[in-house]
C-alpha cells in the first residue's frame, strides 16, 4: 500500500517535471513589431485590402486568436522607397476617417510601422500634430501608434513601438525589423547608408531583453535580401520586358552589363523602345544599380542576420530565417493550382513596387511560419490555401503579357 502510494506520488511528479519541460506556446495575446512587410505594404502603400492578408493577421485567423490591426481606408497612407514622396494630404481621394472602423479600436496588436527603422521602435513616438504635411514617417506613425490618443487630448500614453509592445503584456511577440533600412540603401545605390553592424546589434539586443522581460514567447525573423524580390532586374531577364538583347540595351543607354534595373527603369526604357525613340538623356534619375551595391547589400544582410541570430539565442528568443525563404522564391518561385509565380517584376508574387509581397507572396510566408511553430512548439496549426487566392491577388491578375517594347 505505502510502495503503491509512494509509486503513484513519483508519476504525479514526473508527470509535473514533464509538464514544466514541455515546450509551451500561447498565442493569446499575438503582437507583432515590424515594419512595412509585417504592416502589409503593398502597391506602394498601407491599406485594408493587404492588411487583411498580411502574414500575421493570416497568422492569427490560423491561431484562432483575436488580432486587432490599423485598417487604413484606401488608397492608403505611407511612401515606398525608390519612387516619388509625395506630400501629406489626409484625408485623401475617398477616404473619410482615414482609419476604420470609425471610431477605432482602443488598442491595435499588429502595432508594425511602414518605414520604421529598428532606431524608430526603440525610441520614436506620435507626436502632435497628427497630420505633418512634410513629414511622411511621423504622419505613418501617429495613425498607427497615435491614434486615437492624439485626437482625445492630453495625458494620454504616447507610445514607441516598444512601449506599445510591452503595454500589451503578450504572450507571444513576433519582431520583423530591419528591412527598411537595408532596402532604403538598396534602391537608393548606396551603399554608405546600410545600417552600422554593432549599432543594429546592440539596439536589437535591448528591443528583445525587453519583449522577452515577462516572459512572452518571441519570434525573431531574418531580414530578407532585396535583390531577392522583384525591384531588381539584370538585363538578361529586362530582355523578357524589353525585347531588346543586354547587349543592345547596355548600347543604347550605356548601361554596364552587370547592372540592375529598377521599375522605373524598366518602365522608362520600355516606353522609349515601344516608341521607336530612344533618348537617354530624358530617362528619369535613379532607375540602375549597380553590381557592386548588390555585393555591399549582400555581405550587410548576412553580417545584420548574424546578429539578430545572436541576439535573439542570447535573450532566448527563436528565429525564423525569412532571408532563406524568400530567396528560395527567388530561385524556384510558387506553384499554386496550375500556375507558376515567380519572384520577377510582375511575375505574380510581388505587388507593383516590386519588393513588398502580393497576397499570395504573404500567405505563402504565413504557412511558413506557422510550420516552424508547429515544428518548435509541436502545435498543428493548419496552412492556408494558396489557390483561391489566384482569383483575388491584384498582384496576380495584374500579371502580364510580356511582350517587345514594354510589360502590359
Not at 21 to 47: N, S
Not at 124 to 141: F, H, I, K, N, S
Not at 372 to 390: E, V, W
Amino acid at each position: 500500500m505505502k510502495r503503491t502510494a509512494i509509486l503513484c506520488a513519483g508519476m504525479m511528479m514526473s508527470g509535473v517535471l514533464f509538464a514544466q519541460k514541455a515546450p509551451t506556446f500561447d498565442p493569446t495575446d499575438f503582437v507583432v513589431v515590424g515594419e512595412g512587410l509585417a504592416a502589409g505594404m503593398a502597391d506602394f502603400a498601407l491599406r485594408d485590402i493587404y492588411q487583411d492578408k498580411s502574414f500575421p493577421a493570416q497568422m492569427a485567423r490560423q491561431m484562432n486568436t483575436a488580432f486587432t490591426q490599423p485598417l487604413i481606408q484606401p488608397p492608403g497612407i505611407g511612401s515606398a522607397p525608390g519612387f516619388a514622396v509625395l506630400p501629406v494630404r489626409l484625408p485623401g481621394i475617398l477616404q473619410g476617417s482615414v482609419r476604420e472602423p470609425f471610431p477605432p479600436p482602443l488598442f491595435i496588436l499588429n502595432i508594425s510601422v511602414p518605414g520604421a527603422k529598428l532606431t524608430d521602435a526603440l525610441t520614436r513616438r506620435p507626436g502632435p500634430p497628427l497630420l505633418q504635411p512634410t513629414d511622411v514617417q511621423q504622419t505613418v506613425t501617429n495613425m498607427i501608434l497615435g491614434y486615437p490618443a492624439l485626437l482625445v487630448g492630453k495625458n494620454h500614453p504616447l507610445w514607441t513601438q516598444a512601449e506599445y509592445a510591452e503595454a500589451m503584456n503578450p504572450t507571444f511577440v513576433l519582431v520583423e525589423l530591419g528591412y527598411t533600412e537595408i532596402l532604403n540603401a538598396a534602391v537608393a545605390d548606396n551603399p554608405s547608408a546600410l545600417p552600422d553592424v554593432n549599432t543594429f546589434a546592440g539596439n536589437y539586443t535591448i528591443l528583445l531583453n525587453r519583449l522577452s522581460a515577462n516572459g512572452a514567447k518571441v519570434l525573431v525573423m531574418t531580414v530578407p535580401d532585396p535583390f531577392d524580390t522583384g525591384y531588381f532586374t539584370t538585363l538578361p531577364n529586362a530582355t523578357a520586358y524589353l525585347g531588346a538583347p543586354p547587349s543592345v540595351l547596355s548600347s543604347l543607354y550605356g548601361l554596364a552589363p552587370d547592372v540592375y534595373l529598377s521599375p522605373t527603369g524598366l518602365n522608362a526604357i520600355g516606353d522609349q523602345l515601344f516608341s521607336n525613340l530612344v533618348l537617354p538623356k530624358l530617362l528619369p534619375s535613379g532607375i540602375t544599380v549597380s553590381a557592386a551595391t548588390a555585393t555591399a547589400v549582400h555581405a550587410r544582410v548576412a553580417a545584420i542576420n548574424t546578429a539578430i541570430t545572436t541576439a535573439a539565442t542570447a535573450a532566448g528568443a527563436k528565429v525564423y530565417d525569412l532571408r532563406a525563404f524568400m530567396a528560395n522564391i527567388k530561385a524556384n518561385g510558387i506553384t499554386v493550382g496550375t500556375r507558376k509565380l515567380n519572384a520577377g517584376y510582375l511575375g505574380g508574387i510581388y505587388s507593383l513596387d516590386g519588393y513588398y509581397p502580393g497576397t499570395i507572396g504573404q500567405t505563402a510566408i504565413a504557412n511558413d511560419v506557422l510550420s516552424f511553430i508547429n515544428t518548435t512548439y509541436q502545435t498543428s496549426y493548419k496552412p492556408i490555401d494558396l489557390t483561391p487566392l489566384l482569383t483575388s491577388d491584384p498582384a496576380v491578375r495584374f500579371t502580364p503579357q510580356i511582350r517587345r517594347g514594354r510589360a502590359r
